[in-house]
């Protein structure tokens, strides 16, 4: 169990640009998620996908914001034209997938500044 | 609207002194509560799940208890290494996670 992987850990860039995120979730879980964390508050539920399929997207991820899981194993999410209000930490999850009531396994997260 | 609310935000303690954590929910079809600990600058690190009212988890000086509507997280003769944040999740329907906002725990030594 070598764990939820996250690349890149930081990522600077200016208002405006196009970035990627990369997430590699512990090998034969099916469930993976997106959340999104700012100072002082808990998880925000962007996306989650169950093997490939993106199965729920929360109302709050914009037309910006994409997410892929092409061969059910690892995830990337795209921010497109990044706002100053995007600036976050983007937290991947993992779970087996086998019915309800299963914790989630998270990375590091990716830590995004936009200048 | 589902809902998790943490309390206190903050919490204070000496070394020793013992104290509980609480999360209330308001959340549909409850399959799981979670309790999560994060350390800055990390991932959330996964402590217990409860599953239904009556159900209680331990490990090491952290005891979570688990009621209709709320869960306690008490902690025991705490120490410095305790320190972290204190997340709490409840998985609702269609498998989607609600957290709190969180608990800041600071043990001075």
């Known amino acids: 169990d070598t764990g939820v992987s996250q690349n890149p850990r930081h990522k600077i860039t200016k208002r405006g640009q196009n970035v990627t995120f990369r997430c590699d979730p512990i090998?034969?879980?099916?469930?993976l998620y997106w959340y999104r964390q700012t100072l002082g508050q808990g998880p925000e539920f962007l996306t989650y996908f169950q093997n490939e399929a993106q199965l729920e997207k929360s109302r709050l991820l914009s037309d910006r914001f994409s997410a892929e899981r092409p061969k059910g194993s690892f995830s990337t999410l795209e921010i497109q034209r990044t706002e100053q209000g995007d600036s976050a930490m983007y937290l991947c999850?993992?779970?087996?997938?086998?019915?309800?009531?299963?914790?989630?396994?998270f990375g590091d997260g990716t830590r995004l500044s936009i200048l | 609207e589902d809902q998790v609310t943490q309390s206190p935000e903050a919490l204070r303690l000496q070394e020793g002194e013992s104290s509980s954590l609480n999360c209330s929910y308001t959340v549909s079809g409850l399959r799981g509560l979670f309790w999560y600990r994060q350390d800055p600058g990390k991932g959330p690190e996964f402590l217990f799940t409860l599953y239904s009212a009556g159900e209680e988890k331990e490990k090491e000086r952290l005891k979570a208890t688990l009621t209709k509507k709320e869960s306690f997280l008490h902690i025991t003769a705490p120490k410095p290494e305790d320190s972290a944040t204190y997340l709490c999740?409840?998985?609702?329907?269609?498998?989607?996670?609600?957290f709190g906002s969180g608990t800041k725990l600071n043990v001075k030594p």
């Open positions: 999740a409840v998985e609702g329907n269609f498998n989607k996670f609600y």
């Open positions: 090998s034969e879980h099916n469930r």
């Open positions: 999850a993992s779970s087996p997938g086998n019915g309800g009531g299963q914790p989630q396994h």
